[in-house]
């Protein structure tokens, strides 16, 4: 055990947080990133992440970040991972926290207010491996994407990531874009229906060039209960040829 003279040591390193914001457009799964301006990783697309305040908690930071890097605010942060590899970062020893969130995307608009960031944009997750992100974002992204992939099991997430009002095609769309898989129609639809989850609206799609859909919302009581308890969504799929994140 080291002497008290020797604690000075272990108050070098520096912390920093990264927000993983997952949203949903249609048909794709999206992420936010940031451009830097900035050393090190000046012009490479990153997470929204910046370094903790001596005087502020991790929490507070990351909305603070979030907002400032990324002009978004009142988002839900989950904490999901620490990561600590010694040479993760050019200047030094920097121990990072990474927060999670999903998104409708149609509720926000990104904008950068500051200094490190001069660019804010959704890129289809699909897409992350050819951008040649900063630090060790792609990671943190897979670990935060391979969470998500988890969760949908278990929990119902499209209230936070598809509009008030959506058919069971764009629901199964969600569903599809998060688990990399192809689902089976009826098969979706019946667990899906079974569940009691959703709220038929008796309304159908208007102007669109197919045929119109009905429309559904959650049972916001239902859908509290099923976050608290969860449940077990399994159904026949058939597995895509090509998943991007999984390499």
Same mark, same amino acid.
């Given at each position: ?114 200094? +490190?960031?001069?660019? +804010? ?127």
């Amino acid at each position: 055990m080291s002497s008290v003279k020797n604690f000075d040591t272990y108050f070098k390193s520096a912390f920093t947080v990264d927000n993983v914001i997952f949203g949903f457009d249609e048909s794709d799964l999206k992420i936010l990133l940031i451009k830097r301006q900035e050393e090190p990783y000046e012009n490479h697309w990153a997470l929204p992440g910046y370094f903790v305040l001596p005087d502020e908690d991790l929490n507070t930071a990351a909305r603070r970040v979030l907002k400032q890097l990324a002009g978004l605010d009142n988002v839900y942060l989950e904490q999901v991972k620490s990561f600590g590899s010694v040479d993760r970062h050019p200047f030094g020893r920097v121990i990072t926290v990474a927060y999670f969130s999903l998104v409708k995307i149609a509720d926000f608009n990104p904008r950068p207010d500051n200094d +490190v960031a001069n660019e +804010v944009r959704w890129f289809s997750v699909a897409d992350i491996s050819h951008l040649d992100l900063a630090f060790d974002h792609e990671e943190m992204i897979l670990e935060c994407f391979a969470k998500l992939k988890r969760q949908v099991r278990v929990q119902p997430v499209g209230f936070e990531l598809l509009p008030p009002r959506f058919t069971l095609t764009e629901l199964q769309h969600l569903y599809e874009a998060i688990l990399e898989t192809d689902l089976d129609k009826r098969n979706f639809r019946k667990k899906i229906l079974s569940m009691n989850l959703l709220i038929d609206l008796d309304e159908i799609q208007e102007g669109v060039a197919h045929r119109p859909a009905k429309l559904y919302r959650f049972d916001l009581q239902k859908y509290k209960e099923f976050l608290q308890e969860g449940f077990s969504f399994e159904v026949k799929e058939s597995k895509r040829k090509e998943k991007p994140l999984s390499n």
